[in-house]
């Protein structure tokens, strides 16, 4: 069996999707397990038999894993406190896990908190469960890591449910979240900062950027600097973000794998055509790619996206050709295992197929194009192949078949990739030497007007989507026919 990893990883998601949506529960898993691994034992010398066992083996082994991650009864501690008395006012404490950017002129925040305590008078009771807060006019910037002190009503309703669609309340729950709470400015209160957490300092390297982009950049291009370099999207206009979901480049908006994989084409680029060392050169490429991910606040999309790319090169060092299918197979395993209900999340699997495409495809289609490598080539077949992996998965998640998405990517992806690099150089010149940073932030401003105007006329055009309900099953699987169909043909001649 060619690829083995990449089998693998596709029966392990599969035994995932079969546990998460009720078609095997964790006994139905634990008795297949103990017939794929029995017949496994006893066809040892029959090789007919070895690779549906072992397919059948992580089956069930990805049907264990949601299962044990999701063993016990549903929801947390802070969700069942919050039932038996839902008109009580309570006082909790607990370390945020993501926020977004506040500055003084924001309105409203949304925190993700960890709870751990209740206080109840002077009495102190243990209590975890994951809090969404929604904070009306904050008074001061809060970083994940920091333990905050929170007063207020306890609620059930995390956010507006369209049934079988996905929406933030699924989300939330995914994720660990199961109840929310509604504060004012002055019903938070910062109680002490976690100086070891490495999300503290990521999210404080992330906020002294976010500081250095608005003495540097006109306010006019920050929301949309804020969500392609810092991915925070609440700054950004409603419309705006609508207009690139129509034109299939809302990709774009999250710091995750398209952003890493620009960065890592990018250098590539550049160290290939000046370090002969494969080693040399793919080892600094891991190293720049993960000081992007840093760089863009430490956010779990980025540093996965960065994980990704960093096993796919990790074939160089190792004096192996990189294959992206099992690389991608290690990958997917890795991520599944730490957290199985990863697989229903469309950020998660937006992130994975943009990464997947530009690993699969890119390559491929360049090497089609003929002639040599340049700049030029390479941002042209990224911009037709980052899209081909997570397109399904995007019409599935936001109800549109953007038409137009091959032609929207080929003008605003290589805008994107200028867009990353003048950021870098703001930032790094906003540190050591801020006058010459708004040179770069100034130039910024037509960059993202370009982009911004781009996707606007096109998401207007009366052509350019179609509003359709999310893929079946048969679609799906006949896109993956043509996906798979494609690429085997750009990758071998004989299946052309």
């Known amino acids: 069996m060619k690829r083995p990893l990449a089998w693998a990883a596709a029966a392990f998601a599969a035994g995932v999707y079969l546990a998460g949506t009720g078609w095997a529960g964790l006994p139905a898993a634990l008795t297949l397990f103990a017939l794929a691994l029995l017949v496994l034992l006893l066809a040892r010398w029959d090789r007919r038999m070895q690779a549906p066992s072992l397919l059948t083996l992580f089956l069930a082994l ?16 802070l969700m069942r406190l919050q039932r038996t008395d839902p008109e009580a006012l309570v006082t909790v404490e607990g370390t945020v896990r993501d926020a977004p950017i506040i500055r003084a002129d924001s309105d409203y925040a949304r925190l993700i908190v960890a709870v751990d305590t209740v206080l109840e008078g002077d009495v102190r009771r243990p209590v975890s469960g994951g ?13 994940p890591g920091e333990r905050v002190r929170l007063r207020g009503y306890l609620g059930a309703r995390l956010g507006p449910v369209n049934f079988g669609l996905p929406g933030v ?24 900062v976690a100086y070891t957490s490495v999300r503290y300092w990521g999210a ?11 003495q540097a950049v006109p306010p006019l291009a920050l929301p949309f600097l804020y969500a392609v370099w810092l991915g925070d999207r609440s700054w ?25 994989g620009l960065i890592f084409m990018s250098v590539v680029f550049l160290l290939r055509t000046s370090i002969r060392r494969r080693k040399v050169w793919s080892l600094l490429a891991v190293l720049a790619v993960f000081a992007f991910a840093l760089a863009a606040g430490a956010r779990i999309s980025s540093l996965r996206a960065a994980c990704m790319l960093s096993v796919y090169l990790a074939a160089e060092l190792v004096d192996r050709e990189p294959d992206a299918p099992s690389a991608l197979g290690i990958a997917g395993l890795i991520f599944l295992f730490v957290n199985p209900q990863w697989l229903f999340d469309a950020g998660f699997l937006l992130s994975f197929g943009s990464v997947a495409s530009i690993l699969l495809f890119v390559p491929l289609i360049e090497n089609a194009m003929g002639g040599n490598t340049n700049a030029i080539k390479g941002m042209t077949a990224t911009a037709l192949g980052v899209q081909l992996v997570p397109l399904p998965i995007a019409a599935g998640a936001f109800q549109v078949v953007p038409l137009l998405s091959p032609f929207a990517n080929l003008l605003v992806v290589p805008l994107l990739t200028a867009v990353l690099w003048m950021c870098l150089l703001t930032v790094v010149f906003g540190a050591v030497a801020p006058p010459i940073a708004p040179l770069f932030g ?24 179609i509003l359709a309900p999310a893929p079946s099953w048969p679609a799906l699987a006949a896109y993956a026919l043509g996906a798979a169909a494609l690429w085997f043909g750009l990758a071998h001649r004989e299946w052309r």
């Open 62 to 77: 990805g049907a264990i894993c949601h299962g044990l991650h999701t063993l016990g009864p549903p929801g947390d501690a």
């Open 236 to 260: 950004l206009a409603r419309s705006t973000h609508d207009h690139f979901i129509n034109t299939g480049t809302a990709h774009i908006l999250a710091v995750s794998g398209v952003h890493c």
């Open 204 to 214: 404080r390297l992330r906020a002294w950027e976010a500081e250095i982009l608005a």
């Open 131 to 143: 809090l969404v807060v929604r904070w009306s006019r904050p008074g001061f910037p809060v970083l």
């Open 442 to 465: 100034y130039a910024l401003v037509p960059l993202v007007g370009l982009i911004e105007g781009v996707v606007t006329f096109l998401s207007e055009s009366r052509v350019g989507r």
């Open 169 to 192: 309340e699924g989300y939330l729950r995914r994720h660990g979240i199961h109840t929310e709470m509604r504060i004012g400015d002055t019903q938070l209160e910062r109680i002490a």
